[in-house]
């Protein structure tokens, strides 16, 4: 079995979970910049408002979902047919999710520590990134052992 044979869905998953990821964070930004837009349950634990609009939701003066959705931008990019015969972007894109895996661990401790409240559209972000990462990397795992 070739190597083009056993990553075939690779390309495929990496690419639908951009775009989820993007779709998200492009919610997530309308929803920043406007009011009233952001459907979540508010409550205890769970709290989209109070996340979104705390002073953790900015990283020097820019809205996280606008990080997000460049991320994702970006990510959706180099997931398209045409960037996975590049051999070059593998690493780009290894480290891409890199970074967005820190973030996440950065952000899932805020909204825990900080906050103190969890916002179900920033986790459905941070599942996204994290899902990509297990796909890129057990992908360069299958494709290093070959």
Same mark, same amino acid.
């Given at each position: 079995?070739?190597?083009n044979?056993?990553?075939?869905w690779?390309?495929?998953?990496? $690419?639908? %979970?951009s775009l989820a990821g993007l *779709? !998200?964070s492009?919610?997530?930004?309308v929803a920043?910049?406007?009011?009233g837009?952001? %459907?979540c @349950?508010?409550g =205890? /634990?769970i709290?989209? +408002?109070? /996340?979104?609009?705390?002073?953790?939701? =900015?990283? &020097?003066?820019?809205p996280? @979902?606008?990080l997000g959705? @460049?991320?994702? &931008?970006f $990510?959706t990019?180099l997931?398209?047919p045409?960037a996975?015969?590049d051999?070059? %972007?593998h690493? !780009?894109? #290894?480290?891409a999710?890199?970074?967005g895996v #820190?973030?996440?661990v950065?952000?899932? @401790?805020? =909204?825990f520590?900080?906050i +103190?409240?969890?916002? #179900?559209?920033c986790?459905a972000?941070? /599942?996204?990134? #994290? *899902?990509l990462a297990?796909?890129l /990397?057990t992908?360069? $795992?299958?494709r290093s052992? %070959?």
């Open positions: 079995m070739t190597s044979t056993q990553l075939r690779v390309p495929v998953v990496s $690419l639908v %979970l *779709a !998200v492009i919610y997530l930004t920043h910049y406007s009011t837009v952001l %459907l @349950a508010e =205890e /634990v709290d989209c +408002g109070t /996340v979104t609009s705390s002073e953790q939701s =900015e990283l &020097a003066g820019i996280v @979902a606008v959705l @460049a991320f994702f &931008a $990510l990019l997931s398209l045409v996975w015969r051999e070059r %972007l690493w !780009v894109r #290894l480290g999710v890199g970074v #820190l973030f996440v950065y952000l899932v @401790a805020a =909204e520590v900080l +103190g409240k969890i916002c #179900l559209w986790t972000v941070h /599942v996204i990134t #994290l *899902a297990a796909v /990397v992908a360069a $795992l299958r052992s %070959l």
